[in-house]
């Protein structure tokens, strides 16, 4: 079973910034598609971004467009989530999953592999 490492999680303040980052095999990085999710207690796990294998096309959740990157770094096999201006509704649980798939997808059934997550906590 493929492994993702989380990290990057922590506390800040509103208005600052995180940067998340996912590692994985260098087979899984190669060939599939990653995506970032989210889940706050008493909320459904949701979508927040996402890194197709194809073209490298990128996807957003509406509620974090402009505010969050998402990257992937060849020489390190790993996905990264950059997230600045952040906002304490932006608190949750986050997890990577992997999808092999060449496209993103919205269903989360559809990932194949998930990591244990990273916590981030925004204050007001």
């Known amino acids: 079973e493929e492994q993702l490492v989380e990290s990057g999680g922590g506390l800040v303040q509103a208005g600052g910034s995180l940067r998340l980052s996912c590692a994985m095999s260098a087979f899984v990085f190669a060939q599939d598609s990653i995506g970032w999710f989210r889940q706050a207690p008493g909320n459904d796990r949701e979508g927040v971004a996402c890194i197709s294998h194809l073209y490298e096309t990128t996807l957003y959740a509406d509620s974090v467009k402009g505010r969050f990157t998402i990257s992937r770094d060849t020489a390190k096999n790993t996905v990264y989530l950059q997230m600045n201006s952040l906002k304490p509704e932006d608190t949750a649980k986050y997890y990577c999953?992997?999808?092999?798939?060449?496209?993103?997808?919205?269903?989360?059934?559809?990932?194949?592999?998930w990591g244990h997550g990273t916590q981030v906590t925004v204050s007001s």
């Open positions: 999953a992997v999808l092999d798939y060449p496209v993103c997808k919205d269903d989360l059934t559809d990932y194949d592999y």
